[in-house]
């Protein structure tokens, strides 16, 4: 079945330090993947996502880049800031007609410290 | 963009008792609506996915008497948890999906449900 494999957290970095979050899944055909966030108290918010191979999403700074032959989606961001401190999601779904199912990883904590 | 709300936030209440949860999509129509439920430090897992004006399909190991799902218009479902138990306490999100070529779920805040 479709699984998705994040790095554990928590992580904790200084302001303006290079992130990086794994994310490796396992899946059936050619899925979409994503990067969702949850800000303490909130909903997830779609970060970004990709729909194919080689495709980069990227917004507010993050990048991530669907590498089909790794099977990965990690999350990257070049100087965080304290404002990203929060739990991010990888997930993946089946494309096809109508909604598809999100599998989600189980979450990496990030705190960023002044 | 898209906003989609939860009633209430947060709820208390007796074991044996039931407990509704709306979830509403604010300003757009939502073909299909999800449940997730998420316990302490761990990943959302999807409970059952709900389209307008059809039954909810549950996800294996959900109970569906229990956990009741109505999905009665395009912007409003609800979750009831009926005799709830100390066991069923966690918070529980919704998602609207929206055919709107995005093929993006846009997710409420959450219900931080706990049993007594």
């Known amino acids: 079945g479709n699984s998705v494999t994040q790095m554990e957290g928590p992580v904790t970095l200084s302001e303006e330090a290079f992130l990086t979050i794994n994310c490796t899944y396992t899946a059936t055909g050619y899925p979409s993947l994503f990067w969702y966030v949850q800000y303490p108290g909130e909903g997830l918010q779609l970060l970004l996502k990709?729909?194919?191979?080689?495709d980069k999403g990227s917004n507010k700074g993050f990048e991530a880049t669907y590498r089909k032959e790794t099977t990965s989606f990690h999350l990257e961001k070049g100087s965080v800031q304290v404002s990203d401190s929060a739990v991010y999601f990888c997930?993946?779904?089946?494309?096809?007609?109508?909604?598809?199912?999100?599998?989600f990883g189980q979450g990496t904590r990030l705190t960023i410290n002044p | 963009g898209a906003v989609v709300s939860q009633h209430p936030s947060w709820v208390i209440c007796k074991s044996g008792t039931s407990v509704k949860i709306e979830c509403r999509s604010l300003?757009?129509?939502?073909?299909?609506m999800f449940w997730y439920r998420q316990f302490p430090k761990q990943s959302l897992m999807l409970m059952a996915t709900?389209?307008?004006?059809?039954?909810?399909?549950?996800e294996q190991g959900v109970e569906k008497d229990k956990f009741l799902i109505n999905h009665a218009s395009l912007t409003l479902s609800t979750l009831t948890v009926t005799s709830a138990h100390p066991e069923d306490s966690s918070f529980y999100i919704c998602?609207?999906?929206?055919?709107?070529?995005?093929?993006?779920?846009?997710f409420g805040p959450g219900t931080r449900l706990t049993v007594l």
């Open positions: 998602s609207a999906w929206t055919s709107d070529g995005t093929d993006t779920q846009y």
């Open positions: 300003d757009f129509q939502a073909t299909t």
């Open positions: 990709a729909t194919k191979a080689d």
């Open positions: 709900s389209n307008e004006g059809s039954k909810a399909t549950y």
């Open positions: 997930a993946l779904s089946r494309r096809g007609q109508g909604a598809q199912k999100l599998v």
